[in-house]
């Protein structure tokens, strides 16, 4: 059966602390791998990585993808208490989540 | 700009009783649309995807079903709820299958 896997599940920082959430997945027929941030209620869309190797960024945070080995990091540099939430990596062509990282920064 | 709405924001429903969640896009045309549930600490479980009217795809076998009306609405309905079905549920737009999904508010589900 197809599956994604998050690591850790859960996580708490200090601020200013640099994290690195693992998202890894066995699929039959990966398209993409999505990285989404939800704090309340829905979640909200940050990277999508079709390409091994290649570095997407927005800010403070950063995602790559390796195809060889399946598996996916989202890096948050910096970390403030605004970064605190669930954060699911998502793999194509089924949609199919992991069960998610909460991640907590405390001040 | 694309929207998504979903309503209500919370129910409270009592075991065997029926279900009826209503997801609307505007802003966009034949869009693919998406339910999914979410338990208390876990990840999202895909329930239902639509790629157009009258097309549903269910992903896990269930007491819910779905239906697209319309292009841009998408029903989530249950002719009788049970415990297990609580939980919190998003519907999703995207652009096709290899674009990321855009998510509605939400809708908090309890069965008592």
């Known amino acids: 059966e197809d599956k994604v896997v998050q690591s850790p599940l859960s996580l708490v920082v200090h601020e200013g602390d640099t994290v690195t959430l693992n998202c890894s997945y066995e699929?039959?027929?990966?398209?993409?791998l999505l990285w989404y941030k939800q704090e309340k209620k829905a979640p909200t869309f940050l990277f999508m990585l079709?390409?091994?190797?290649i570095e997407k960024k927005s800010g403070r945070l950063s995602s790559i993808l390796d195809k060889k080995e399946l598996s996916s990091i989202l890096n948050i540099t910096a970390t403030q208490t605004g970064d605190s939430a669930i954060y699911l990596c998502?793999?194509?062509?089924?949609?199919?989540f992991g069960a998610g990282t909460r991640l907590t920064v405390k001040p | 700009s694309q929207t998504i709405h979903q309503w209500p924001a919370t129910l409270v429903q009592p075991v065997g009783s029926p279900l009826s969640l209503e997801c609307t896009v505007e802003?966009?045309?034949?869009?693919?649309l998406y339910w999914y549930r979410q338990a208390a600490g876990r990840g999202l479980q895909l329930l239902f995807y639509?790629?157009?009217?009258?097309?549903i795809s269910s992903e896990v076998p269930q007491n819910l079903s779905a239906s697209r009306p319309q292009d841009r609405q998408f029903i989530l309905s249950s002719k009788k709820l049970l415990l297990s079905d609580s939980g919190f549920y998003l519907c999703?737009?995207?652009?096709?299958?290899?674009?990321?999904?855009?998510f509605g508010p939400g809708t908090r589900l309890t069965v008592t």
């Open positions: 639509s790629i157009g009217i009258g097309q």
């Open positions: 079709t390409s091994s190797g």
């Open positions: 999703a737009w995207s652009r096709d299958r290899v674009h990321e999904q855009y």
């Open positions: 802003g966009t045309s034949n869009p693919n």
């Open positions: 699929v039959t027929n990966f398209r993409s």
């Open positions: 998502a793999v194509e062509e089924d949609m199919r």
